[in-house]
């Protein structure tokens, strides 16, 4: 069975500061992450792809992704209480699969 | 504007009856999927279609029916073999079946039981 794997949280983070988010994965074979933004009630919204080992930056967003760790994270600067959810990793298997396989997302809430 | 349409908003179901949550999308999307999220759990795969009159099973299609006779509507029944069919329901789309492509989601159906 597939796994995303996130801390639940809740990660509380000031006004300001950095906010970092955790993901690992269990198929080695995985090429594509995407991290969404679910706020209560709403429905996910994509906010970063990663496709390569690194870093990619999207304004105060960030995704780094570590294949040989199965590790993705996003970093989110100068957090803002609107910033203020639940975020969601997920991943695609490789060689054609067609599901994304999400975590159960980490909620984040940014104090003023 | 191009988008995901998912109505109704909120839906109740009776015993033993079978309920069908609309999906429509005009982004010219091949690919649609149907989801389903219970509190504090993560999105579960219930069904997705690359084509039309073409479908496959996900994880959790026990009680689900679904249908595609045209690619702008990927349309789901919730039977009434389906017994905790409480949950928040989202339907998606990409741009095709590839494993790089990201998904887009409507705004959601919520059904519970009356």
């Known amino acids: 069975q597939k796994e995303v794997e996130q801390n639940s949280g809740p990660l509380s983070v000031p006004e300001g500061a950095i906010a970092s988010l955790n993901c690992t994965y269990s198929d080695r074979v995985s090429q594509s992450f995407f991290w969404y933004r679910q706020y209560s009630g709403k429905s996910p919204e994509l906010i970063m792809s990663i496709y390569s080992n690194g870093d990619k930056e999207d304004g105060r967003f960030t995704a780094q992704l570590n294949k040989a760790s199965q590790y993705v994270s996003l970093l989110i600067r100068d957090s803002q209480p609107s910033d203020s959810a639940t975020y969601l990793c997920a991943a695609y298997s490789g060689a054609g699969s067609y599901q994304l396989t999400f975590g159960k997302g980490t909620k984040l809430s940014v104090i003023p | 504007d191009g988008g995901i349409t998912q109505s109704p908003k909120y839906l109740f179901r009776k015993e033993g009856q079978n309920v069908t949550l609309s999906c429509e999308q005009n982004?010219?999307?091949?690919?649609m999927y149907w989801y389903r999220q219970d509190p504090g759990q993560g999105l579960r795969l219930i069904y997705y279609s690359q084509i039309v009159n073409d479908f496959q099973k996900g994880d959790i299609a026990e009680g689900y029916s679904v249908s595609r006779e045209k690619k702008e509507s990927f349309p789901l029944t919730v039977t009434s073999a389906q017994k905790n069919p409480t949950a928040f329901y989202l339907c998606?789309?990409?741009?095709?079946?590839?494993?790089?492509?990201?998904?887009?989601f409507g705004d959601g159906t919520r059904l519970s039981i009356l």
């Open positions: 982004l010219n999307h091949d690919a």
């Open positions: 998606a789309s990409s741009i095709g079946l590839r494993d790089n492509q990201p998904q887009h």
